[in-house]
């Protein structure tokens, strides 16, 4: 049981270059993430989807856009990377409320990006 | 304002010994649950521990106990029994309300766990 997987792990781009961000997860979970982490700033939430075919934008959206076109799949585009994208790339998938877990998040590996 | 709070930025504990991480959050919605996500060295999220606001009584997960003080808007994350593989970067996190997805994380604590 994978979990939550993120490809590629580092990525290193030129500005104005663009990327997509995999995230795949097999535990058959409704809801996906993608937050970003910076230096001091903890997770913030660039975008998410609560199903496939859907998606919402986050506390960070610009520059980003996303697509949930398989259930297991949920991708990160970057069209045009500026070096404010630098950043570690976290993917969240989460199931539906138990009594024990209830929403609770569970992340991938991370993805580190550096745009000169 | 800030809506979660970690005070110690980074904190030092001997092995075995018990240690207290804070975390303070700022809601005025009703229903909210805390999380707390532990970050080693390599980098993954793990998801340690939840609290729900409506709970009774507070999370434990095996050494993980959280102390949870509503008055106080308080949900500090214990460790029982240090390891050295305790040493990481833990954030607390909350989910404000019950129609949201978005999850409010905490600028983190570094805690390092010596022999």
């Known amino acids: 049981n994978a979990g939550v997987t993120q490809t590629p792990k580092f990525r290193v781009l030129k500005t104005g270059q663009s990327m997509t961000l995999l995230c795949a997860q097999d535990?058959?979970?409704?809801?996906m993430y993608w937050y970003r982490q910076d230096p001091g700033m903890g997770l913030r939430l660039i975008h998410y989807s609560v199903g496939e075919g859907t998606t919402a934008k986050g506390e960070v959206p610009d520059g980003y856009n996303v697509s949930r076109l398989k259930k297991q799949n949920f991708l990160l585009g970057l069209e045009s990377a500026a070096p404010s994208q630098t950043s570690v790339y976290f993917c969240?998938?989460?199931?539906?409320?138990?009594?024990?877990?209830?929403?609770?998040?569970?992340f991938g590996p991370g993805t580190r990006l550096t745009v000169l | 304002a800030q809506k979660i709070t970690q005070t110690q930025p980074g904190m030092f504990v001997q092995e075995k010994e018990a240690v207290t991480l804070d975390c303070t959050y700022d809601?005025?919605?009703?229903?909210?649950?805390l999380f707390w996500y532990k970050q080693p060295s390599s980098g993954e999220m793990i998801f340690l521990i939840y609290q729900g606001s409506y709970d009774q009584q507070n999370a434990t997960e095996g050494r993980y106990s959280l102390n949870f003080q509503k008055a106080r808007k308080s949900a500090n994350l214990v460790i029982s029994a240090s390891q050295l593989g305790d040493s990481a970067m833990y954030f607390c996190?909350?989910?404000?309300?019950?129609?949201?997805?978005?999850?409010?994380f905490g600028t983190g604590t570094r805690l390092q766990v010596f022999p």
């Open positions: 969240a998938s989460r199931g539906i409320w138990t009594a024990r877990s209830a929403d609770t998040q569970y």
């Open positions: 996190a909350m989910r404000e309300g019950d129609n949201t997805d978005k999850l409010i």
């Open positions: 535990m058959n979970h409704e809801y």
């Open positions: 809601t005025s919605d009703p229903s909210y649950g």
